[in-house]
């Protein structure tokens, strides 16, 4: 990497701006800390999830680092309703539970990424910039399942397609390769080196491939990607 892009790079993370929502006063005021002297913008914090819906609408975090056990509002429902009406919001969960059905709950709701609480510090600040970038980030062992619950979605049935809707659109052929490696789990720094392209191009065709599909997240377009056996190919 050159001098340059190493500058490059840290001007990004200094731009990323990140809030930071749990109901610990200490564990809270701890991790915007060690955000904020890593480069992070911390632009808000909060302690509810009322108060969190109401600080992220207003100061548009990229990243949402989110507890679920909160008082007010659940997690679950502070992510399902910022990401429902920002789907560019990324949410990487951070919690003490590792109970499968709190995971799956979460990704179901919108998020990006699940970190336990016990990850170190170094952990949680390469999933902050990760997830910023759309990479699911999930604490080991947590992954498998996460890939087997896009699978169980993606055998229940398809809603019947209306006469009057137009065809699905056409990929692209690099899309449709991106969309099949993204459906067999690689993150995108994987599907980058896998197919010799930049990360950044990864995610631009992601992007464009959820424009076309109007489709709102990465749970979404794993599961339009199963139901066409693309993960089998």
Known sequence: MTDTENVNGEEAQRRLRVM???????WRDAVARDL????????ATAGD?????????????????LDLNLPAKPG?????????????????????????????????????GYLLKSASTEELLDAVRRTAVGDPVFTPGL???????????????APAAGADEPKAPQLTDRETEVLRLVA????????AERLVISHRTVQNHVQNTLGKLQLHNRVELVRYAIQRGLDDE
């Open 20 to 26: 930071v929502v749990d109901d610990h006063p200490m």
């Open 36 to 43: 904020a002297e890593s480069g992070f913008d911390v632009v």
């Open 49 to 65: 999830g009322e108060q969190a819906v109401r600080r992220a609408r207003a100061v548009a975090p990229d990243v949402l680092v």
């Open 76 to 112: 679950v429902q502070v992510c399902k309703e910022l990401v429902g009406s920002n789907p560019a919001l990324r949410v990487l969960v951070l919690s003490a539970s590792g109970e499968h059905a709190d995971v799956l709950e979460a990704v179901k709701s919108g998020a990006t």
């Open 143 to 157: 992954a498998g399942l996460v890939l087997g619950e896009y699978r169980r979605l993606a055998s229940e049935p």
């Open 184 to 191: 067999k789990g690689l993150s995108y720094k994987q599907i």
